[in-house]
């Protein structure tokens, strides 16, 4: 076992501290952590007062002003910037360097969700039922839905924009003519969605405890269903690959190879005892996945049978929020709920744990 994390036991009600949080600075920013994403080498974080920080190695973490009221979402706009969306009704670029760039201001009217993606210069957002698309090229367009959207996800190619709402999702693919829509219907709220690695599924997450899937090619539904808590966090991890998800006392991850997860036992990693897992993150080329918990904890574990759990982080008593690990592994970052940023450095022993050698 290495010298800085500690063996997960699953019966236990709260896990020791370990010498990553003795070693790590923290930052007491008092805003709730909202979310958290690599850029590179570096982390950025967006909180619910409207700041944004980034983290670099060992340097002071850099403070932006960007709204003014709460982040409600972020995405990564490129290597070096993110696209956030606020309460004050603006859509904002954030450069690690500081510089923020108003891109849109719809008033009075949140911008609840956004998505980027950079090889096919896109952004969007989402203002109610209508969601905002731009291009690099200047081209603009607005696309209607039925109810609220809940959650907006670009595929890998930046082809097709999957938009959640209520009834179930819709599809978005440009065509020579705009974009054209398709609709996948499941009665519900949806408010998260995603789509697999390959682009063969999409996946949402419902306001009762479940997730929902499409298989495309023949519109099979999946349902994945039976967590205690609402599975409000799902990331993609591995080879194969998994959809790794929070909601219940550990990570359950469903295996998405061509036949999808449907009429299989899902795999579950990272047991933390009484606690539910809240944030889920996969690490950068490994087939591990970082788990955070109600009570603070954050565990590390392969996917695979009868793994080994690390305790990267002991338990705090403030849910873990968001999580991110830089391109180079060289520190781990875990916000809460109460705005306390963890920035540990991993040395090398650490980095071997967190590669799946436990």
């Known amino acids: 076992m290495q010298d800085g994390l500690k063996e997960a036991a699953p019966a236990r009600k709260r896990f020791a501290r370990t010498r990553l949080q003795e070693e790590g ?27 944004l920080r980034v983290f670099q190695g060992d340097a002071v973490p850099r403070e932006i002003g960007a709204h003014r009221g709460a982040v409600l979402a972020m995405a990564a706009d490129s290597q070096s910037s993110v696209i956030t969306g606020g309460d004050d009704g603006r859509l904002l670029r954030v450069g690690v360097d500081g510089a923020v760039e108003e891109l849109a201001d719809f008033g009075s009217s949140w911008v609840d969700c956004v998505a980027a993606h950079s090889g096919a210069g896109l952004r969007a957002c989402s203002v109610r039922k209508v969601v905002h698309v ?56 949806h408010i998260g969605i995603t789509w ?22 023949d519109n099979a539904h999946m349902r994945m269903s039976g967590y205690p808590t609402k599975p409000r966090a799902m990331r993609w ?10 909601g219940a006392d550990q990570v359950v991850c469903w295996p998405f190879d061509a036949a999808g997860p449907m009429g299989r036992v899902p795999l579950c990693v ?89």
Not at 160 to 182: C, F, I
Not at 312 to 334: F, N
């Open 237 to 246: 991890a591995g080879e194969t690959p998994h959809l790794v998800t929070a």
């Open 25 to 51: 600075q923290v930052i007491r920013s008092g805003a709730y952590v909202v979310a958290a994403m690599a850029l590179g080498d570096r982390v950025i974080t967006a909180h619910g007062d409207g700041r």
């Open 270 to 358: 990272a047991h933390g005892g009484e606690q539910m897992a809240t944030e889920v993150l996969d690490l950068p080329g490994q087939p591990a996945v970082l788990a955070g918990f109600q009570d603070g904890a954050v565990l590390l574990s392969e996917l695979a049978d009868e793994t080994q759990t690390i305790v990267v982080r002991g338990s705090t008593g403030v849910e873990v929020t968001a999580m991110a690990i830089p391109s180079s592994l060289s520190h781990v970052l875990i916000g809460d709920a109460v705005g306390d940023v963890l920035w540990a450095p991993l040395g090398q022993g650490d980095a071997d744990a967190t590669a799946g050698d436990g």
């Open 196 to 217: 697999s690695p390959d682009g063969e599924f999409v996946v949402t997450i419902m306001q009762e405890n479940a997730l929902h899937g499409w298989r495309l090619r």
């Open 134 to 189: 731009w291009r690099d090229d200047g081209e603009y367009e607005t696309l209607e839905h039925p109810s609220t959207a809940g959650g907006l996800a670009f595929d890998t190619q930046g082809q097709r924009l999957a938009v959640a709402h209520y009834g179930g999702a819709t599809l978005w693919e440009r065509g020579a003519q705009g974009w054209e829509s398709r609709s996948l219907e499941w009665a519900g709220s």
